[in-house]
Every structure is written in structure tokens, then in C-alpha cells.
């Protein structure tokens, strides 16, 4: 039997989990037809492109990250840098946990290197970035990709047992309409010595060398209970074939000289975590 496309595969997927989306335009619920495209109850309809991807932007949007910066990302997440963070948050998604929601998941490799330690686990990744998306696409599997604005985002409240939200922007509102009653947040937010040596080479003697997500920590424990908090910092060998790739990578490194001298890299990462909270449902 041939090899079943990537769109078919993805329809095929979509379908099954269905219940999962309701429309960014209207909230209806949505299904998914045998041609690939996923239809709410008042005919806004969305088409899954041959990648395997579904874009749910109601409007325009330009990011500011090209398909460079994902394919850089991906070669040093894929080099093991990340590796000792997902495995903490790994460590915060139980068993019996079913869906679960990257949001800003970028090219994805965070959604599928946690996910390949969990069974069963049905995983969507959205992102704002067509770019990312399609990187996404391009190489993992089984997963719901969709270009879209975590912000209004096409799934429907009480969805999800597990929403992640590294390095990226959030929108508690919606993380809250969108959990289940039993279910959590995981964000991942930098600690003042992330990336420092290329802080330190790109705004030496200047404000922006120092960094606090103090007020970020405040806003997250205002919504979500149980908090807690694991903060995870680790210096990295750096093979000089990643350089480039790391200066790409972040903005930070956009400032540099791509022929820097960089030989380790230090990870510095609070992981916040905090649990669905009746009280933070706006609607
Ligand atoms: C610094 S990157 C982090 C990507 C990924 N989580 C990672 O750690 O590799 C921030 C990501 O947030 C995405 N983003 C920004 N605003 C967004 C929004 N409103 N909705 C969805 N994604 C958004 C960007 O496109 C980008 O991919
Ligand atoms: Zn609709």
C-alpha cells in the first residue's frame, strides 16, 4: 500500500478530533470534510493545506521570524540544548493526561521531543507564523498543526488537559477558557543569566544587560492555582557549527557579528506552573 499523503494524514487526524476546535470567527463548532477543509455550523471555512497544516488567521499578520530562523531553531533544539528543560517539564504532564496544546510552539520541536515521552497524547502546536507552522509540518507527524493567534484561537473551551507556553507571548484568558477543570499551564519564562554570553557581547555597559520576569511571575499566580515554580540553569558545550545557528536563532543574536567567538551557553529558565482556577473564566 503507498504511503498516505501528509494532507491526507492530517485530515484523516483532524477528523478524529474534531470536537477539539470551534471557529475563531463565529465559536461554533467545526467539522472536518473527506476534501480537507474544516467547516464551522455557519459555513466559515478553513482549508488544510497539502503540508498538512490548517491556517485559522481571521486577519493579516507579518511575523518578524523567517523560515531560516525555524530550520536554525530546530538544528539546536534537535542538538540536545533544550533537552534538560523539556525533561523538567516532562516531569509536570501526568500520565493520564489526553490533549495537549503548544502555544507559540514555533517549529515544534519542544511539542514533539516532550511528547515522544508520553503515550497516547493527542498534541497541537499553534503559532502565529506560517513559517513555523509549515517548518512544523515539514517534519513531525501526528501532531495538529495550525497557523493561528493563541490570543483567539480555534478550539473550543475545555479542551485541553495540558496548554505549554515557552518563551513566547500568552493570553491567561483564553489558557483559562480553554483548559479542562483538572488541567494545567507550563510556561516557560527567561531567568536573568538566559543566553548570557551573547547578552553580555550584544548590549555590553547597556540596560538591556539585566533582566527580571518578576512582573511576568506576578500575572501568572493572579490566574492559575497551585502554583509553582522550577527554575533550571545549565552551561552547554557549543560546537562550533552551531554558533550560526544560535545567532539566528534568537534576536538577541541579530545585533552580533556572526563571527563571534562563542564556546558554551548558558540555559536559565524559570518554569512556571499552575492549575485551572474557576474563578479566572471570564465567559
Ligand atoms: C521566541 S519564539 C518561541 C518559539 C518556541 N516556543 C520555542 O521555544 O522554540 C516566540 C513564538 O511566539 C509566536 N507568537 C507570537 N505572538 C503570537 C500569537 N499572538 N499567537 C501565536 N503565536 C505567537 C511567534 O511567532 C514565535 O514563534
Ligand atoms: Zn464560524
Not at 474544516?38 to 493579516?60: D, L, T
Not at 488537559?161 to 483564553?174: G, M, T, W
Amino acid at each position: 500500500m503507498g504511503k498516505v499523503s501528509k494532507r491526507a494524514a492530517s485530515i484523516l487526524l483532524m477528523k478524529e478530533h474534531h470536537t477539539l476546535f470551534s471557529c475563531p470567527i463565529c465559536n461554533e463548532g467545526m467539522d472536518v470534510d473527506e476534501d480537507g477543509q474544516v467547516n464551522c455550523n455557519k459555513n466559515h471555512s478553513f482549508i488544510i493545506a497539502k503540508q498538512g497544516y490548517v491556517n485559522f488567521m481571521v486577519k493579516p499578520t507579518t511575523s518578524m521570524y523567517s523560515k531560516s530562523l525555524f530550520e536554525s531553531r530546530k538544528i539546536i533544539l534537535n542538538s540536545g540544548l533544550y533537552d534538560p528543560l523539556q525533561k523538567v517539564m516532562t516531569k509536570y504532564i501526568s500520565n493520564d493526561s489526553k490533549t495537549i496544546l503548544d502555544t507559540g510552539c514555533g517549529e515544534g520541536s519542544h511539542l514533539e521531543r516532550i511528547c515522544s515521552s508520553l503515550d497516547n497524547v493527542v498534541a497541537v502546536g499553534i503559532d502565529i507564523s506560517k513559517e513555523g507552522i509549515q517548518t512544523a509540518a515539514k517534519y513531525y507527524e501526528n501532531k495538529i498543526w495550525c497557523v493561528g493567534d493563541l490570543a483567539n484561537s480555534p478550539f473550543k473551551e475545555q479542551s485541553f488537559d495540558i496548554i505549554l507556553n515557552i518563551l513566547s507571548p500568552a493570553n491567561y484568558d483564553e489558557f483559562s477558557r480553554l483548559l479542562k477543570p483538572n488541567g494545567k499551564v507550563i510556561k516557560v519564562v527567561p531567568q536573568s543569566n538566559y543566553l548570557k554570553e551573547i547578552r553580555e557581547q550584544a548590549f555590553a555597559q547597556s540596560e538591556k544587560e539585566t533582566y527580571s520576569n518578576e512582573q511576568t511571575v506576578e500575572r501568572f499566580k493572579e490566574h492559575f492555582t497551585n502554583f509553582q515554580q522550577e527554575r533550571i540553569t545549565y552551561t552547554s558545550e557549543l560546537e562550533p557549527e552551531l554558533v550560526p545557528k544560535l545567532l539566528e536563532m534568537t534576536p538577541l543574536g541579530w545585533h552580533l557579528d556572526k563571527g563571534i567567538s562563542l564556546e558554551k551557553i548558558t540555559i536559565d529558565l524559570d518554569i512556571l506552573i499552575g492549575e485551572y482556577n474557576r474563578n479566572d473564566i471570564k465567559r
